[in-house]
T-cell receptor, first 112, second 114 residues
Framework: DAKTTQPPSMDCAEGRAANLPCNHS???????VYWYRQIHSQGPQYIIH???NNETNEMASLIITEDRKSSTLILPHATLRDTAVYYC?????????????FGSGTRLSIRP | DSGVTQTPKHLITATGQRVTLRCSPR?????VYWYQQSLDQGLQFLIQ???????AKGNILERFSAQQFPDLHSELNLSSLELGDSALYFC?????????????FGSGTQLSVL
């Protein structure tokens, strides 16, 4: 199973872009990169996912390197409500099963 | 609101007891996942069901069991409870079990074993 490595914590000024890195050097060609976040003790919330190409939605942008060994989640204009633990996950898919393993994540603090 | 409903929100019980946690997936979702999150710990994958069948198993203790019923709701049964079982238990659902599916999480059940 491909594993991910994220910095344990980061901080960012409100209104600035928050760039959260993730290393997944053992990723396989058919594995997706997913990002979720968990605000306090709420249920995790899906943010974005991608396979090879960069992706953008109303919440964030996902930049995946050409070799797919790392990616960056970008929150373009961070607000205090973006304070959360952010999880980078590589989706492991088998023939009929799929384990979704969350690592330790990055605790992002947004300062006023 | 994710559309995933978990009941009860809070559960307080004693060691040695048995409890059942319930999860109703989003309308139309066939796959259900269970996770455990202990205090200051990450999310531990327990088990996944797809359309009533077990599809993947994680670090689920033998004292724990789960099932998904024909109406697609799922139950997680925890027995012979120990103090260390105190945790937040999350349920998530997705349309299918494919790798291109995003998960929608419920708000969790907080279990306290005293």
């Amino acid at each position: 199973d491909a594993k991910t490595t994220q910095p344990p914590s980061m901080d960012c000024a409100e209104g600035r872009a928050a760039n959260l890195p993730c290393n997944h050097s053992t990723i396989s060609g058919n594995e997706y990169v997913y990002w979720y976040r968990q605000i306090h003790s709420q249920g995790p919330q899906y943010i974005i996912h991608g396979l090879k190409n960069n992706e953008t939605n109303e919440m964030a942008s996902l930049i995946i390197t050409e070799d797919r060994k790392s990616s960056t989640l970008i929150l373009p204009h961070a607000t205090l409500r973006d304070t959360a633990v952010y999880y980078c996950i590589v989706r492991v898919a088998h023939s009929s099963a799929s384990k979704i393993i969350f690592g330790s994540g990055t605790r992002l603090s947004i300062r006023p | 609101d994710s559309g995933v409903t978990q009941t009860p929100k809070h559960l307080i019980t004693a060691t040695g007891q048995r409890v059942t946690l319930r999860c109703s997936p989003r309308s139309g979702d066939l796959s259900v996942y269970w996770y455990q999150q202990s205090l200051d710990q990450g999310l531990q994958f327990l088990i996944q069901y797809y359309n009533g069948e077990e599809r993947a198993k994680g670090n689920i203790l033998e004292r724990f069991s789960a099932q998904q019923f024909p109406d697609l709701h799922s139950e997680l049964n925890l027995s012979s409870l120990e103090l260390g079982d105190s945790a937040l238990y999350f349920c998530a659902s997705s349309l299918t079990s494919g790798s291109n599916e995003k998960l929608f999480f419920g708000s969790g059940t907080q279990l306290s074993v005293l």
